[in-house]
């Protein structure tokens, strides 16, 4: 099994979660109440995500990404996790409000600071692309087979971004290369090619990364 994806497609509106965040990716704190969608575009700005990898947009659905079966380690906005902690393929919830239909939902993961956010010159690294149906537990379906973080020694933190892309995927094209997801431009990535196969970011998550030897 690749990983399953429960998709939940909710009518009504979320029970709210406020999410404080911080410079560093280590002072993470969530905490209830306020605007939940809200809550995820002032953290994807803070984390300068919207901007560097995607154009600001309105979330429509929630993903929360988890890796490990025993012991889950969830993605949360900005938490920090190990490179020997993402190694497998994640599973991940994804909670949509106000959805009755969609051609089709994506999944990516990108690193837009390869090598180092200092020296993004690889940037940004195509880590996975994968479909599935609008199904609850469905297989996912690799388009780009899974590539685990690997932050290189002495590169700092990485953000590594999971977004959920909206939109027809029966015949998606594969990126050339990893590297810039195939643009041969530094910097270009995920947005080039999601604007290139008509694809709509509906949602955002991410975590910081780094190699134990800085």
Same mark, same amino acid.
């Given at each position: 099994?690749?990983?399953?994806?429960?998709?939940?497609?909710?009518?009504?509106?979320?029970?709210?979660?406020?999410?404080?965040?911080?410079?560093?990716?280590?002072?993470?704190?969530?905490?209830?109440?306020?605007?939940?969608?809200?809550?995820?575009?002032?953290?994807?700005?803070?984390?300068?995500?919207?901007?560097?990898?995607?154009?600001?947009?309105?979330?429509?659905?929630?993903?929360?990404?988890?890796?490990?079966?025993?012991?889950?380690?969830?993605?949360?906005?900005?938490?920090?996790?190990?490179?020997?902690?993402?190694?497998?393929?994640?599973?991940?919830?994804?909670?949509?409000? *106000?959805?009755?239909?969609? %051609?089709?939902?994506?999944? &990516?993961?990108?690193? #837009?600071? !390869? =090598?180092?956010? /200092? *020296?993004?010159?690889?940037? %940004?690294?195509?880590?996975? &692309?994968?479909?599935? #149906?609008? !199904? =609850?537990?469905? /297989?996912?379906?690799?388009?780009?087979?899974?590539?685990?973080?690997?932050?290189?020694?002495?590169?700092?933190?990485?953000?590594?971004?999971?977004?959920?892309?909206?939109?027809?995927?029966?015949?998606?094209?594969?990126?050339?290369?990893?590297?810039?997801?195939?643009?041969?431009?530094?910097?270009?990535?995920?947005?080039?090619?999601?604007?290139?196969?008509?694809?709509?970011?509906?949602?955002?998550?991410?975590?910081?990364?780094?190699?134990?030897?800085?």
């Amino acid at each position: 099994m690749l990983g399953v994806v429960r998709i939940l497609i909710v009518l009504l509106i979320l029970a709210s979660l406020s999410i404080t965040t911080a410079r560093d990716p280590e002072q993470m704190v969530l905490k209830e109440g306020g605007d939940t969608f809200k809550s995820v575009r002032d953290a994807l700005k803070t984390a300068e995500i919207i901007d560097d990898v995607i154009d600001d947009f309105e979330p429509k659905c929630l993903i929360s990404p988890y890796y490990g079966q025993k012991k889950q380690r969830e993605v949360a906005l900005g938490n920090t996790l190990k490179p020997s902690h993402t190694k497998e393929i994640p599973q991940m919830t994804i909670l949509c409000t *106000n959805v009755s239909f969609t %051609e089709g939902l994506t999944i &990516i993961l990108t690193d #837009p600071d !390869a =090598p180092s956010r /200092d *020296n993004p010159k690889w940037s %940004e690294m195509c880590h996975w &692309i994968a479909i599935f #149906p609008p !199904a =609850p537990d469905s /297989d996912l379906k690799p388009v780009v087979q899974y590539k685990p973080p690997g932050p290189p020694e002495k590169t700092g933190y990485h953000r590594y971004v999971f977004l959920l892309l909206e939109g027809d995927n029966s015949n998606l094209t594969v990126p050339e290369d990893r590297q810039h997801w195939g643009t041969g431009k530094e910097g270009h990535g995920v947005r080039d090619w999601a604007q290139k196969e008509g694809l709509k970011v509906i949602g955002a998550n991410f975590f910081y990364g780094r190699n134990k030897k800085q």
